[in-house]
C-alpha cells in the first residue's frame, strides 16, 4: 500500500489497503513454496474478497449517482473473469516460475485498477462531495 492508491475515502482505501495484504500474503506464500493447495486458498480469498469489495462500491456509486457507474460495473465483471481465470489456470503441479508470475498478475490487475478506474470516481465524489452529503441526509 501507498499513498497514491488512496482514494481518499476512507471505507474503500480500507478495502483496498486489504486487497494489498492478501495480495503480498499469496506473493509470500509462493516465495516460500507453501503446498499449492494453499496458494489456492489464498488466491480464492483474494477472488472473494474483490467480489465483495466490487459489490460494496457499485452500491456506493448508485447511492452517489456517479455517472460512470455501467462502465466501471463492466470493468469489475472483467476483472473478476480475469482473476477466474488466473485461479483455474493456478495448476497444482505448476512450476515456481508459473506460480510467481500468477502473483504478479494479480497484484497488477487490482492494482492497476485502483490506479487508474478507481481514480476516476475518486475525483467525481470528491468534486461532488457537498451534493452528496447533501443528499444522503
Do not use: C
Amino acid at each position: 500500500w501507498t499513498e497514491e492508491m488512496s482514494v481518499g475515502i476512507p471505507v474503500v482505501d480500507e478495502d483496498h489497503q486489504g486487497f494489498i495484504l492478501l495480495i503480498n500474503d499469496l506473493n509470500r506464500a509462493i516465495t516460500e513454496n507453501m503446498p499449492p493447495k494453499e496458494l489456492k486458498h489464498k488466491m480464492q480469498l483474494i477472488i472473494d474478497d474483490a467480489e465483495r469489495h466490487f459489490a460494496q462500491e457499485e452500491k456506493l456509486f448508485n447511492k452517489w449517482k456517479y455517472p460512470d457507474t455501467g462502465n466501471h460495473a463492466n470493468i469489475h465483471a472483467q476483472v473478476m473473469i480475469t482473476l477466474g481465470n488466473i485461479n483455474k489456470n493456478f495448476i497444482p503441479y505448476g512450476n515456481d516460475s508459473e506460480w510467481m508470475d500468477a502473483g504478479v498478475q494479480v497484484k497488477k490487475i487490482l492494482v492497476d485498477h485502483i490506479l487508474k478506474e478507481d481514480m476516476k470516481y475518486a475525483d467525481y465524489y470528491h468534486k461532488n462531495l457537498s451534493t452528496i452529503a447533501s443528499e444522503n441526509n
